[in-house]
């Protein structure tokens, strides 16, 4: 199932940015649904994820206190709202869904185990 995934785009750092990610068809039961996010050279990272089932939320280090992970059940879609961007948070960011994974796994591991990814999407956050 390929995830649908909008937003992103260019901002001067301490600027806001949002991201969201549908998955398709009422009967995909999510269990866990995230971001990672890859910049060049360096390995995918785990961002941040969320269980639709008890919106538990889980953030890296690095982004917590500025990104806030939030979902929508009843459109199946996710969205990120990142705020006081860094240029560091530049990146091509991925949603990935699974229906088994604990939504801790986005920051755990880098998302290899994740049934269904979305094309990614660009942020770059200028100097």
């Known amino acids: 199932v390929q995830l649908q995934a909008s937003g992103g785009g260019l901002v001067q750092a301490g600027g806001s940015l949002g991201l969201s990610c549908t998955a398709p068809?009422?009967?995909?039961?999510?269990?866990?649904i995230g971001w990672y996010r890859q910049a060049p050279g360096q390995a995918r990272e785990g961002v941040s994820g969320?269980?639709?089932?008890?919106?538990?939320?889980y953030y890296a280090e690095s982004v917590k206190g500025r990104f806030t992970i939030s979902a929508d059940n009843a459109t199946n879609t996710v969205y990120l709202q990142m705020n006081s961007l860094k240029p560091g948070d530049t990146a091509v960011y991925y949603c990935?869904?699974?229906?088994?994974?604990?939504?801790?796994?986005?920051?755990?591991?880098?998302?290899?185990?994740?049934?269904?990814w979305g094309k990614g999407t660009q942020v770059t956050v200028s100097s």
């Open positions: 990935a869904a699974d229906p088994h994974l604990h939504p801790i796994v986005v920051i755990t591991t880098n998302g290899n185990a994740f049934e269904h």
């Open positions: 969320i269980s639709p089932v008890d919106g538990r939320t």
């Open positions: 068809g009422s009967t995909f039961n999510i269990n866990a």
